[in-house]
Each structure stands twice: as C-alpha cells, then as structure tokens.
C-alpha cells in the first residue's frame, strides 16, 4: 500500500468523530422537516386568482386550516435534493439484496413512460382513442406468454404479492367451479413471507413443507401431505435459497394428481427468463415481478407491477378488465359477461400499471430474445462466481452450483461475537448496501447475495474483495468495530426497539422532538 | 405453597390453589430481544390450553403465547403492556402476563418442573 | 448489449474461476425436457433508436387528455403538475433505491415518507397515515378487512355512491374472506338508505362521492359510532380537500383515499397511490408499511420503518395483509407536489377547481334538454343528456372533445342510468375548453 491511500484513509476513519458547527459533513447536509421550515402565505406554485362562479360546497366549506406548511420552489427542490443525497441506490452501485434483484434501471424506459401518449391519457377515454395503449398492453402480455409458455396474463395486479392473490384467487375460483372446497395450501419453509400472507387471505389455512439437506423441497414429505383437501402449492423457483428444484417435475405431478394447482412465485423468473418457460415445468400459474426481472424500478418500495399467467384451466376466471384484439382494434372487457363471466372480479381500480408496462415492454425489446436469455445467464454467472470468490471465507448453505443467488449462513461467523447484521452494518461503511439477511429462515443468520446480470467483473471483484476481508477482520476479533458500524452514513445505527415502543409515526406542531430532549 | 412449572413453548406457570399465573420464561425474552408491545385477553374471557392466550413483540419478531392450561382469565398485567420492556427485565416476576381460574386444578401435571425444563433449553443449544 | 458488462473474456475467465467448461453446466438442475436450447420466437435486441421509435408510435396513436378540451374524472384527474415534481423524482437515489430495509442507507426515503404519513393525517385530518397502498381502491378493500378485524362482525356495507370498481375490488377481496359485501343500488343525486345493524362492521362511503356530489357524513358518523361500526371515508379526489370539510372531522375512523390528482399523472390507470388514514388507537391493525421517528447510536434524529411485527415478512399467515411492494415513488410525487402548494396553494387550487366545475356546469346545463343533476359538488357533477350518454361521448371524441365518462360504462345493466354523464373539470381547462365543450355538445346534441 502507498502512502498516498494511507493518508487518504486516515481522515475519514475519523470523519464521525470531528463534530462540525453546522452538523452537516461535507456533502451529507443536515436538513429538517419540510413543517419545520414553514413561512404561512408561501407557496412553491404560482396560481391565478379564481374567475367568478356560483359556489356549491354547501354547507361543507373547509373553516378551518389544514396545516401545510408553505416553502418556496427552491426550497422544495433543496429539500429533496438532500433528502436524495442521504439514500444509497443502483444508480449509487451494488446492490446486492437477495430476491429482491437490484438492476439496473434503463433511463430510456423512463424516457418511454413519459411519452405524453402514454402519460396524459385518462384510463376512462373511449376505447378508440386508447388504441395505442392497448396495443402497447397486448404486446406486452404477448411477450409474457411466450417467455412463461402460458396462454393466458392477467395484467392487472400492481406488484408480486397482489400478483399471488390473484393466482390463488383465480385456483379457489376455478376449485368452486367444480364443486370443490379444499382447505390447505402446500408452502416450503423458505417461501417469501407473502406466500402464506396471501394463502391466508384467501380463506386458507397454511401448511408448510421442509426442505431437504440440499436445499430444495423435501418430495416425500410434500408427498405425505398431499390429499384431497390440499387446493395448491406455492413454491418459488429457483426458490430463495437461490437453488433450482431439481425435482419440479416430479412435484408437479404429485400436485396434480392430488387434485392441485401448482402455483410459483416467479419472484426469480430472472434467473432463467429466455432458457426455461415454466408451463413446460407443470405450473399452472406464476406471477412475474415487472420491478425485477423486468427492471422497472423499485422507487423506493414501489411502485410495481405483478402480471400473472395462467393455464387454460384458470384462465376464464382471470380478473377483470380483459384485453382482446377484434376487427375493430383492441377493446377491454370491464364487466363479468359473456366469456368472461367466470372472471374472479377486479383487483385494482382501472387496469394495471400502464408506467410499469411501458418500461418492462421498452426493456423486453431491447434485449430481445437473444439477450434477455443473456441476462439469465449473465445473472447466474455473476452469482456463482461471488460463490467461488467467497468460499473461502464464508459458510455456503448447500454446497455446488447456485442459479441468481447465492445462500450462505452465519456459521463462519460462529464464535467471533460478530451478528450477521453487524457484518451488513459493516458493509455500509464500505459503500455496498448490504446482502438479503435473516431470509430465508431455512438456515441460521442468512446471508443470501444476488449480484444481478448489470454489475461487471470489477465491481464482483471488488465487492468479493471487501466481503472477505471483513470476514477476516471479524475472525480476527475485532468484534467492537462491527457493533460500532456503520459510522460513516448521515445516521449511525438506529433505535428500532425504541421507535417501535413509542410509536412517532407522524410530525406534530410543538411536539417535543426526542433528539431536543435528550 | 405454589408450584412452578415450564411447557416446551418457553411459558411458566405458577399454580397457587386453583389459580394461575402465566409469563414467558427468562429464555423467551432472550431469544426474542428488546420486547416492544404485548398484547393481552380481556379479563372475563377464557383461553384453552394449547390456544393463543396473548401475543409478544419485539421490532422485528412476533411470538404466540400459549395458554399451558384452560380456564378464565382474572386478571392480566397491564403495566407490561405500558412498559413492555419489564418483561425483559424481570420476565418471571414483574414481567407476568395473566392471572386464570383453572378448569382442572391438577391441569400442571404433565409439565416440566425447573430442573426438566432447564435441560429442555440446554438441549435447544 | 449496453445494459451487460460482462465481456466474452469476463465470460471465459469467470467460468473458468469457477471451475466449469460453459454456461450450460450451471443450469444443469432444470430438467432436460424443460431445457430450451435455442430462442423463444420474439424479436431479436434493438437499440434505442429502434425501440423508442417503435413505442412512440403505438403512443402516438392515443388521444392525449392535455391536447385536447378534457374533461373526464371519475376516481383519476388531470391536474397541472409542477416541473419540480417529476424532476425531483427521477433523481436516481428515489427512484432506484429499494424499499428502506437498510435505515443507515435509507434516510432520504424514509424522512420522505414520515412526511408524506403527515401531510396525509393533516389533509383527512386524521391520527395517522401509512407509508401508501398500491391504489384507492385496494386501500378501501383493505380498510374493509381492518374494520373486520377491529370489529369482529361479518358484513360491510357499500354505499351505492362508492366508485363501482372500487366496489368491485372489496367484493372480489371479500369472497374468499368470507366477509359480507353489501353493495347499495347506485342512485346518483340522491342519498343511500343505509340501516346499520349488530353484525355490520363499516359503512363504506365516498366524499366527494362517485357522481361529484359531496354530502356531510356527520350524522352517519354517530349513527355508526352508537351501533358499534366503523365508518370508512374514500376520497378518490384529494384535492377536493383543499376546499371542503375534512372527513376526520366529520367522524371517519378510516379514510382510503386516492393519491394520484396530487403528484402522480394519469397514466392510462396506473401507478397510482393509494393513501391510508386512520385513528391512533387502530395503528397495530392498520396494513402496509410505517415509517416511524426514533434516534440513532449518537442520539440525532432519524427514521426507521417500524411496527414491522404487522407485516407479511414477518407474521407470515397472521399478517395485517399480504402488501409488501406500496407506491413509494408516487408516494414522493404527492409529497413534493404538496409540498410545493402548502397550505395556500392547495386552498387555492381547489378554488380554481371548483370555480372551473361551477361555470362548465352552468354552461352545460344551459343547453336545451341537458340537466345539471348534482346539486353540491367540487369538481365534477353528473349532466342528464337529452340522448344515451355513451353515443354522446363517442360524438365528442370524434369531434376532439373527451368529454366526460357515460355512467352505463360502469352500470350496463341499469338503463336508467343511460342518459347520464359524468363530467370532471379541473384548473387545467382553461375557457377556451369550455366554450369547445359546450360547443360541440350543442352540436351533438342536435
């Protein structure tokens, strides 16, 4: 090492301990409530005087103020800036969150879903003026049945776990159907926590399955399970232990020859899009994650997207509104009629994320086919070469090949007074955001990394790099530094036991502030 | 004289006559962590054995406890759901959950004592 | 491609280090059958040119709402939306940063949010908010399953005046539920007949309601405190709130709402922001995530999400609900949008709505054989047409006016329904619209 980084190193090992007038340091600047920079009269918007008109409010005028504090434009836009600036992002660099799949965001996709033609046009206008975004609709769902192999996509669910409602909505619909009331869904120990949520608000009751010592499914114990009661299985594939179920075949035939729908989360579908299309697996039903697999972007928890597809089987009672193409151009079908009559109603208002839309079909098609099966590859790549370049060093959960993401538990950990979350905290310091931990619960102290397809050879490197060498420096010991980690970020580590205690869940004027008081 | 005894699911119960005083032990509060809000029955309602009697939080854990007896409630420790971290503090005594009227006086029999259940948690590493 | 790094080199080397002889050996677990080895038929990669090309011209072929007169509402409104709004939001630390499990690493968001949870409490004035549903209408079918839980009783009662999709989204929650959906016959202009009784968790109203109308709920309030349910308010038109009584003060204990007139654009339907208000002393039941005010390890004030124990990732099947992904980024859309109004300038705002909806309705109503039926209402009111609205509104489109929603789009089944129009005007028609409006109205009226 070179004096040069040496000394570069030593100031900001002690950048949180210098306190500053101001508070701020460098460009973390410290900025307050937007209510507590309020001014009464001001006002970030420039509005004209209302013309004259004969009021009808009734008696239910507002008489009292509302409470919004006035701030001026810059003001605003100073606010969010910093406010932006206290955020790490994919824009910012690895990301390495297991399941959740940080990509990269494409600006054209943003450019796309602003077209006026997409943005500025109201849900309710006459079809013939819409035909372009149906058209746009169709062709998205038309891409999504021949990635998924599936004949039928309900669009209309706004993200993965309304995507599972309407799968399993549509399996205990298509169950009625025939006259049959079966109580139990199947779900592995290591699904999504949405999985059993969903289950259950459908009026099921949740039975979970084992895995076996590889990680995947445990056949004969889902096997024993199985029964005439059973109405489907929930299973994620490749599943969160970022495994592919080897024996998937062979699960879908025990379901289906019990009578039951096989429903996957395709939270995954990142892992092999373009390479494997799940009808060909046995599934009757998937949702896709459009904010994952398809890179619209995560904004902060959302907005996105969750289309379904679904088997012939289940397709008629797909949720409301349908899109089907006639002689005279697209039309959507609102109402349960004619063949949609079985259609299990409607699960949001109007009919889906069209911002979403835009953005995944702008991604699928400039990949193509061609390179949305590298993305699959790209993706399991860079996964298993983060496995190899941490072997060493950490503990992997099942031994051998991974597919998007790779499982590793807190045994290397063991006896170095280091939790897996002070080794997440440690990481922040580093500049990464940390790995997917504590999840899935199948193993102690998980630690599950998902690299994704759009990080390069070098930012693998470097991040495999900085990840062993706090391996070493918590095997070596030095418990004290993790517990103090992170010491670099706006906000060290942060009292969640407190804030859940007393509940501070909005800004009230003159309330004590707890920092003030302390 | 009261007795003391433990279930598999980390509650106690101290029988004294035919009533009853719930909690969790000092090994649930470890595991849990920082307790953060307990929900409590009703006084007046019963709970059944083996049935969700009240339920115990910390920020990012939540946890069923289960009644190791059937019977009515008669009392329930309102200052743990003020100030939940007493459960953590002093699990066994301050930190109880409810008081019940037991249905079967001899209802503690087939529970551990001390000495069984602290092999029990021995045996959970 | 431009979105890969990995080189053919990055390729060999990285196979190589990991010790297998191609890419294949690592899908080796699917099963051969299910193996596709070549490729799905779809068009081969594009490049930017091509693809924006080709999506612009499937945009080009819509009718867009701000080159035309405009005036349709109906749960979603055109509003004007200041450069600042969608500038701020594609700052890439929003809108490419995930949902703020790391607080360290997520402070912007989250003190995003603690503001958006206020400034949604003091528009409904109501205790709290949470951090946004997916919609208005998935909130009201979650606030339909709170009731039922907070209430233990077994039926909910629509009000006819609710927007039907988000009638239909709590009836289609609430079959497999095995709640009671009680939805009231739609009678746009006059009040439902509502009959609380002991097994009726919530009343469900809208305020403004579907057909624009705004009625006090003040007394329903009482009605359903005396009889032990909740009342539900759902505002598919915030800004509404600039300029009437909030339903907190009318008595709500829960207000489902519908962000998207306040930050967001239309969007042909989506994404949207559905907005959650409640009580304090129903937090624990509410769904959906919060965020919440603490302090970190050197005692400065931050931000965490917290009262996690409701949620999906960790009470699985007992969970609140199932929601995990919300609407943060439209979330940050209303709450630098309203930032930028305050408190003059949604008052303001809201007066040039409801300025613009009084003149368009006289105007219209002013036209042989057309009534004004509505009687109270802030930006949108319902026309009887002196023919079925349906061939009226199609009349207009062809002549460039979008000129309302007919109400048999919504209610085929009821035909006397069918002459009615439901007509939205906001601060963005300006008169030259009007006097379009009303012109070609005259002229399909004919």
């Known amino acids: ?477 030095d418990a004290a530094s993790f517990h103090a980690a992170p010491r670099l970020t706006p906000r060290r580590r942060l009292d969640e036991t407190g804030a859940a205690r007393k509940p501070v869940l909005r800004w009230r004027p003159n309330a004590v502030q707890r920092d003030a008081a302390d | 004289m009261a007795t003391l005894r433990f279930t598999k699911d980390h509650e106690w119960i101290r029988q004294d006559g035919d009533t009853a005083v719930i909690g969790i032990t000092d090994y649930a509060q470890q595991q849990l962590g920082d307790i953060v809000y307990v929900e409590l029955p009703a006084p007046g309602t019963r709970v059944e054995c083996g049935k969700e009697a009240a339920v115990v939080e910390s920020a990012k854990a939540a946890s069923e406890v289960y009644a190791p007896v059937s019977g009515e409630v008669i009392a329930v420790n309102e200052a743990i759901a003020g100030d939940p971290a007493k459960v953590n503090a002093d699990p066994m005594g301050e930190g109880w959950f409810l008081s019940v009227k037991l249905d079967d006086p001899n209802a503690l029999d087939g529970l551990m004592d001390e000495a069984a259940y602290a092999a029990f948690v021995a045996e959970q590493g | 491609m431009r979105y890969l790094p990995l080189t053919l080199d990055d390729r060999r080397e990285m196979l190589a280090a990991i010790g297998v002889g191609s890419i294949d050996d690592l899908f080796a677990d699917v099963p051969s059958a299910a193996r596709r080895e070549g490729l799905l038929d779809l068009p081969l990669a594009q490049g930017e040119l091509e693809v924006e090309r080709a999506l612009s011209r499937m945009a080009a072929k819509n009718m867009v709402a701000g080159a035309v007169p405009f005036f349709i509402g109906a749960g979603a409104y055109r509003h004007h939306m200041p450069a600042a709004v969608d500038h701020l939001i594609q700052r890439g630390e929003f809108l490419t940063s995930y949902t703020p499990y790391q607080p360290e690493m997520a402070q912007g968001t989250l003190q995003a949010l603690f503001e958006f949870q206020t400034q949604v409490a003091l528009v409904t004035r109501m205790d709290v908010a949470n951090a946004s549903l997916y919609d208005g209408a998935t909130a009201c079918a979650e606030a339909v399953a709170m009731a039922h839980r907070i209430t233990r009783r077994g039926k909910a009662i629509l009000s006819g005046a609710l927007h039907p999709h988000y009638r239909t989204v709590c009836q289609t929650y609430a079959q497999f539920s095995g709640l009671q959906v009680e939805a009231l016959k739609p009678t746009p202009g006059r009040a439902d007949p509502i009959d609380i009784d002991g097994d009726t968790a919530c009343i469900v109203v809208q305020y403004p309601d579907f057909f624009g109308e705004l009625r006090d709920c003040s007394a329903l309030a009482t009605r359903c405190r005396q009889a032990g349910a909740l009342l539900i308010v759902v505002v598919t038109e915030m800004v509404a709130l600039g300029a009437v009584t909030p339903p907190g003060e009318m008595g709500a204990d829960i207000v489902a709402g519908e962000g998207q007139s306040i930050g967001n654009a239309l969007n042909f339907g989506g994404p949207y922001v559905g907005l959650f208000a409640t009580r304090e002393q129903h937090v624990r039941q509410m769904p959906g995530r919060l965020a919440g005010q603490t302090v970190d390890a050197d005692g400065r004030r931050g931000w965490v999400l917290t009262l996690s124990t409701r949620e999906q990732h960790i009470r699985r099947e007992k969970a609140t609900s199932n929601i995990c992904t919300n609407s943060g980024l439209c979330a940050l859309a209303f709450t630098i949008h309203l930032a930028l109004l305050g408190e003059a300038g949604l008052t303001r705002l809201a007066q040039l709505n409801h300025a613009a909806a009084c003149n368009l309705a006289d105007r219209l109503a002013a036209l042989p054989g057309v009534r004004l039926v509505s009687e109270c209402f802030f930006n949108e009111f319902v026309l009887r047409l002196p023919m079925a609205a349906a061939s009226a509104v199609a009349a207009l489109a062809d002549r460039g006016v979008l000129g309302g929603v007919p109400l048999s789009r919504f209610y085929p089944e009821r035909e006397e329904l069918a002459d009615l129009l439901l007509v939205a005007a906001t601060e963005t028609a300006t008169g030259n619209d009007i006097d379009a409006y009303e012109a070609a109205l005259r002229e399909v009226l004919r």
């Not at chain 1, 592995?188 to 608000?201: L, M």
């Not at chain 1, 399955?209 to 096997?223: E, F, S």
């Not at chain 1, 896709?288 to 996105?304: E, R």
Request: glycine fraction near 10%.
């Open chain 1, 1 to 477: 090492m070179t004096g040069w980084s040496q000394a570069l190193r030593a100031p900001s090992m002690a950048a949180s301990d210098t306190p500053t007038f101001t508070g701020n340091r460098g460009l973390q600047v410290e900025e307050k409530l937007i209510f507590e920079q309020d001014a009464p009269g001001r006002c970030g918007v420039d509005l004209p005087e209302p013309p004259p008109h004969n009021n009808r409010l009734g008696g239910l005028a507002r008489c009292s103020p509302i409470g919004l504090p006035g701030l001026s434009e810059p003001q605003v836009v100073r606010h969010f800036t910093r406010l932006s600036q206290k955020n790490y992002a994919i824009d910012s660099g690895l990301y390495p969150l297991g399941s959740c799949t940080m990509k990269h965001n494409p600006r054209l996709n943003e450019r796309l879903a602003r077209l006026a033609g997409f943005a500025d046009i109201h849900p309710l206008q006459p079809e013939s003026t819409v035909q372009g975004a149906l058209e746009l609709i169709d062709t998205l769902a038309h891409w999504l049945k021949v990635l998924t192999g599936m004949p039928a996509v309900a669009l209309s669910p706004a993200a993965g776990a309304h995507g599972e409602l309407c799968g399993m909505m549509t399996i205990r619909a298509a169950l009625s159907a025939q006259g049959d009331a079966r109580t139990r869904i199947l779900v592995p120990e290591s699904a999504h926590g949405t999985n059993p949520a969903t289950a259950a608000s459908c009026g099921y009751a949740i039975d979970a399955i084992p895995n076996n010592a590889r990680g995947r499914v445990d056949l004969a114990a889902l096997k024993a399970k199985l029964g005439g009661d059973v109405a489907a299985l929930m299973l994620t594939n490749p599943n969160t232990c970022g495994l592919f179920e080897d024996e998937i075949v062979e699960i879908a035939a025990a379901v289906h020859a019990a009578g039951a729908y096989f429903y996957c989360d395709g939270a995954n579908f990142n892992a092999i899009v373009g390479r494997v299309r799940p009808a060909d697996l046995g599934i009757d039903a998937l949702h896709l994650n459009l904010h994952k697999t398809f890179s619209t972007p995560h904004g902060g928890g959302g907005p996105g997207s969750g289309p379904v597809a679904l088997a012939a089987a289940l397709a008629p009672f797909a949720p409301l509104p349908w899109i089907v193409h006639g002689d005279a151009g697209w039309r959507l079908v609102e109402h349960a009629e004619g063949a949609a009559a079985a259609a299990i109603g409607r699960l949001k208002g109007f009919h889906g994320q069209m911002g979403m839309f835009v953005r995944a079909l702008a991604y699928m098609m400039s990949h193509g086919a061609d390179g949305l099966r590298q993305v699959a590859e790209d993706a399991v790549l860079n996964a298993n070469y983060l496995r190899v370049r941490l072997a060493d060093a950490l503990t992997q959960s099942y031994p051998g090949a991974c597919m998007h993401e790779v499982l590793f538990d807190d045994r290397f950990l063991k006896d170095t007074g280091v939790a897996t979350l002070d080794f997440a905290k440690a990481l922040i310091d580093e500049g990464f955001h940390p790995m997917t931990m504590y999840f899935p619960l199948v193993v102690h102290g998980a630690v599950l990394i998902e690299p994704t397809e759009t990080e390069s050879k070098a930012s693998l490197d470097q991040f495999a790099d900085t990840v062993n060498a706090l391996a070493a420096r918590a095997t070596a010991g």
